[in-house]
């Protein structure tokens, strides 16, 4: 997919036809899937590209700096899944406060200058200086068509971003998968921990250096995978403190089955499939060891009942899955 940056004050002069979608898109979840759904089929309906609109840096950064911002999704990320999911050409139009201090027609006239010929937007698309413009405004121009999509609900709410972070955050992750539509998932690199889980425990695990601006689930045991060179291993994965050893710092690490690989220093994706439990501290090793073994069965279970939902999100991420070997 090509990639294309937009400053609002010079605009490419060569840029192709387009129908586009526009948003934040953070997550690209099921609510977001049906407005690329939309754009495609216009775009194949005019000829012409499928495009998705977004805006870097997130708008919230340039309004209120002082704040911690994290994201379901990075920039990068939003590429690859828009792209998976059957975008042409992304436009990332650089997000300033004179950018946002455009009025209405301003507005239309940049997306006329990018020469898009169609617009899906979702209902409560708000767009221009203080959200003045909105899906009837933006409707009523005669630069482009226009598509407005009805929300996307589950269980009678809106499926939003919004909606999906606590549950992240509360590792409610199950739940958060649902209305993204794949399994969450954080990058980073693998760094060198305590080793604890090799020489203390004999369940060597994976310390991720996970990129900052991510949300990370709650403290607790998830069934997961970990994605290295384009495979995904079955892993348990614990965030946390280790309470037993009494850790300051959270820690997000993974005991991967089946793998014998050096990975340190190296860029991997951990996939959050369900909490199985929440941390405990263990009186000792032994305790903590027999809990271990019977966390690693747990996670390879739920694994398995979730094999086709796990093969969707491979395939977003042009992945295979590699099929552990027992329960034992």
Not at 303 to 323: G, H, N, P, R, S
Request: glycine fraction near 6%; include cysteine.
């Amino acid at each position: 997919m090509e990639v294309i940056r937009i400053d609002y004050l010079n605009v490419p002069k060569d840029l192709s036809k387009s129908s586009c979608c526009i948003g934040f898109f953070d997550g690209l979840h099921t609510g977001h899937q049906a407005l690329l759904e939309n754009c495609i089929k216009k775009a194949k309906e005019l000829n012409i590209q499928s495009g998705l609109i977004t805006f870097d840096p997130d708008p919230w950064k340039i309004f209120f700096p002082e704040r911690v911002c994290r994201h379901i999704t990075t920039l990068q990320d939003r590429i690859h899944l828009a792209s998976a999911m059957g975008i042409e050409v992304m436009y990332v139009i650089t997000f300033s406060k004179d950018f946002a201090a455009l009025d209405v027609d301003a507005f239309h006239m940049l997306l006329h200058k990018m020469n898009v010929s169609y617009i899906t937007c979702g209902f409560d698309f708000k767009y221009a200086s203080k959200n003045s413009g909105n899906v009837d405004t933006i409707s009523s121009q005669n630069y482009f068509g226009v598509s407005v999509i009805d929300s996307v609900n589950s269980k009678n709410e809106k499926i939003s971003s919004s909606r999906i972070e606590p549950l992240i955050q509360s590792g409610k992750i199950d739940l958060a998968n649902e209305l993204l539509g794949y399994m969450y998932s954080i990058e980073g690199v693998v760094e060198h921990g305590f080793k604890r889980g090799s020489t203390l425990l004999k369940f060597p695990t994976a310390n991720l250096g996970a990129n900052p601006d991510y949300l990370v689930p709650s403290s607790g045991v998830y069934a997961g995978f970990v994605c290295v060179n384009n495979i995904f291993y079955g892993a348990m994965i614990n965030v946390g403190n280790n309470p037993t050893f009494e850790n300051k710092k959270v820690s997000i690490e993974a005991h991967i089955f089946d793998f014998d690989q050096d990975i340190y220093d190296q860029r991997v994706r951990f996939f959050f499939l369900k909490k199985t439990r929440n941390e405990i501290r263990f009186n000792g090793f032994e305790e903590l060891k027999k809990q271990l073994e019977s966390d690693i069965i747990t996670c390879k279970k739920v694994i398995l009942k979730e094999m086709k939902y796990i093969q969707k999100t491979a395939t977003l991420w042009d992945a295979k899955v590699f099929e552990f070997k027992s329960l034992f």
